[in-house]
């Protein structure tokens, strides 16, 4: 079994909401993912846990906080977003933090964000 | 600065023929790859990844060569199926100390597979 659970699949916020996207493993993964894929544009890295610890913040505005409660769970939190973050949000889980031949990255089905 | 190029936006093959896309990178610190499959609306499905160390890896229909010196990479499917259709990307990552499991994404090449 490799799957990554996201919930919720669709989600429409106005500017000055607050909201969650949230994403579950139980492959006893213990490294997570967060990419933003915009349309027709490859998936880019926003925020990697590492033995539920944020390891890499790629530079994304604070407006998207991530949260990792346990092991198996990745939360990312969305506050006064932009109609620009309008997007893919795709949740991913491997074996172990890092990188090791072998060691695949699996992608959840995602969740589309719009912003209005 | 595209570290991981897809030349091919588009590649339009008969059933039952071979499809091959294409994949070049340029930092040499890359040394594991895999290629995921996209449909629209959906998630990218891992497909096959493939290791420095070797120079080819073979999972059913699914081929992936590595030109470790060309900084090149191709996924062979053979033969193509029209369920095939989709969005294909190659990724990279490096591996070793330091490494962060940061996949970096090519811009995809797009398969058609016509009955």
């Known amino acids: 079994d490799t799957e990554v659970t996201q919930t919720p699949k669709h989600l429409v916020m106005g500017m000055t909401n607050k909201k969650s996207l949230k994403c579950e493993q139980h492959?006893?993964?213990?490294?997570m993912y967060w990419y933003k894929q915009k349309a027709k544009k490859p998936p880019e890295l926003m925020f990697v846990?590492?033995?539920?610890?944020?390891?890499i913040n790629e530079s994304v505005p604070s407006r998207f906080s991530p949260e990792c409660p346990n092991s198996s769970l990745l939360n990312l939190h969305l506050h006064a977003l932009q109609p620009e973050d309008s997007a893919l949000y795709l949740c991913?889980?491997?074996?172990?933090?890092?990188?090791?031949?072998?060691?695949?990255?699996?992608f959840g089905e995602g969740s589309w964000l719009t912003v209005v | 600065d595209q570290q991981v190029k897809q030349n091919s936006p588009s590649l339009s093959v008969q059933e039952g023929r071979i499809s091959i896309l294409n994949c070049d990178y340029t930092?040499?610190?890359?040394?594991?790859f895999l290629w995921y499959k996209k449909y629209p609306a959906e998630g990218p499905t891992f497909l096959i990844s493939?290791?420095?160390?070797?120079d080819k890896n073979e999972d059913g229909r699914f081929t992936v060569f590595l030109n470790k010196s060309a900084k090149h990479l191709s996924l062979h499917i053979v033969p193509s199926q029209p369920g095939d259709s989709a969005v294909y990307f190659c990724?990279?990552?490096?591996?070793?100390?330091?490494?962060?499991?940061?996949?970096?994404f090519g811009q995809g090449t797009t398969l058609q597979v016509k009955p």
């Open positions: 990724a990279a990552m490096g591996v070793g100390s330091g490494n962060t499991g940061k996949l970096i």
């Open positions: 991913a889980s491997s074996q172990t933090p890092g990188a090791v031949a072998g060691n695949t990255i699996y």
């Open positions: 493939i290791s420095s160390i070797k």
């Open positions: 846990y590492s033995y539920e610890k944020l390891s």
């Open positions: 492959m006893g993964h213990r490294a």
């Open positions: 930092n040499s610190m890359f040394d594991y």
